[in-house]
């Protein structure tokens, strides 16, 4: 089967000025804290959390509604933080969460850059941008600024289906091949290396990725804490089997700075649980998802697809296909039926997280225009251009 698919970035453009950005830094309910703005750094520090502190941009930026733009920063912090995008009078109207770590004592010694893309609500013609902490230590801040991203090219979909289910072999191949669509099996090594009943073996494994699907590292044995052995022992018994897995899914979508850095080292693709869109240039670190349930209605999953424009990804996640049960991630064949159907009716390009990196990853975005043709060639092929 082949895939056609044009991907188009042109005219990034820098809203705000390519000079230092000024800050008002304000104080709710904070003791003991001090902040500096100094040479284009913007020093916060904290002794104590309970309250907030929070700096908004004095200047505002004019965007244009419905717009996608992307925030970048230069960042290091002992502290918690929030990035946010504000309305011209200082009101939050976007929470990126994109500073966020878990690790409450977490330390960047050294300049961590970061961004996140995002679009503009209806209306809202000017924002300023900021962020907030509420946690005791040290946030700096350099290099800020907002950039337009225009994008012409189609709005794709990928369908992540986790865990290793055996329906995902028996029941949601059959639905998917019937559309022509493939899909990311995140597949936990152990599961199959012992053939853990209910779970695929390593034989469906195979089977999956020889007809195109992408399989995806889901951690050895689905722990809430990824460290070197999670992320390595798996990918190690994947390759032991003929399989190059370059995506990493984080078991229960839990991720911090620490195990991103570490399984960087291992993954060319990280993908959360976290519910935000995905908007070009994409964040490949950070690959977000819309998590389909027994709840999910199909009016739900016709917003979301609705709501994803010019060259927006969404990445639709799959636990089990099942007619039995409500657990988590669970939803009916005809469930599935149906969403391929309305995926198939607005037109997307399926795809997987390995299609989208090859052809769309290493660019600098700036004033750039990438157009390209997506052959959906098979996995050999594909191992060839990244081994």
């Not at 717009?67 to 946010?84: K, L, Q």
């Not at 191949?173 to 990311?184: E, F, Q, S």
């Not at 469906?204 to 992408?214: I, Q, T």
Request: hydrophobic letters at 35%; proline letters at 4%; aromatic letters at 12%.
């Amino acid at each position: 089967m082949f895939i056609a698919s044009i991907i188009t970035l042109t005219n990034v453009t820098l809203v705000s000025p390519n000079t230092q950005v000024d800050w008002n830094v304000t104080s709710t309910g904070m003791n003991g804290f001090s902040y500096e703005y100094k040479d284009g750094i913007l020093k916060i520090t904290s002794s104590a959390a309970n309250g907030k502190i929070t700096w908004i941009s004095k200047n505002s930026y004019n965007v244009e509604p419905d717009g996608i733009y992307r925030f970048s920063y230069d960042v290091i912090r002992s502290a918690n933080a929030t990035a946010v995008c504000f309305n011209a009078d200082g009101t939050p109207i976007i929470d990126t969460s994109t500073l966020t770590s878990s690790e409450t004592t977490l330390t960047t010694q050294t300049w961590r850059q970061e961004s996140i893309a995002f679009k503009i609500p209806p209306g809202v013609t000017a924002i300023k941008i900021g962020g907030y902490t509420t946690s005791e230590g040290r946030v700096m801040l350099k290099n800020v600024k907002v950039e337009r991203i225009h994008s012409k090219s189609k709005p794709i979909v990928t369908f992540r289906i986790d865990d290793g289910h055996k329906s995902t072999i028996e029941v949601a191949k059959p639905i998917l091949d019937r559309y022509g669509y493939v899909a990311v099996s995140a597949v936990v090594s152990k599961a199959v290396q012992v053939e853990l009943p209910g779970y695929m073996n390593i034989n469906d494994v195979k089977s999956l990725y020889a007809h195109g699907w992408e399989i995806a590292s889901h951690s050895y044995n689905h722990t809430h804490i990824i460290d070197e052995y999670q992320a390595n022992a798996s990918k190690e018994y994947l390759r032991s089997q003929g399989i190059n897995p370059t995506t990493f899914v984080y078991p229960y979508g839990s991720w911090n700075y620490t195990s991103m850095d570490l399984c960087k080292k291992y993954y060319q693709v990280l993908s959360t649980c976290d519910a935000f869109p995905n908007y070009p240039p994409y964040d490949f670190t950070r690959v977000n998802v819309k998590i389909l349930n027994s709840s999910t209605s199909m009016d739900q999953v016709g917003e979301w697809l609705n709501e994803t424009g010019d060259g927006e990804w969404i990445v639709l996640v799959i636990h089990d296909v099942s007619d039995n049960g409500a657990e988590f991630g669970t939803i009916t064949p005809h469930m599935l039926d149906e969403v391929c159907r309305a995926v198939n009716a607005q037109g997307f390009d399926v795809v997987t997280f390995r299609d989208v990196y090859l052809k769309y990853f290493q660019s600098s975005f700036d004033n750039v225009k990438i157009d390209w043709v997506q052959k959906l060639c098979n996995n050999a092929e594909r191992a060839q251009l990244t081994d």
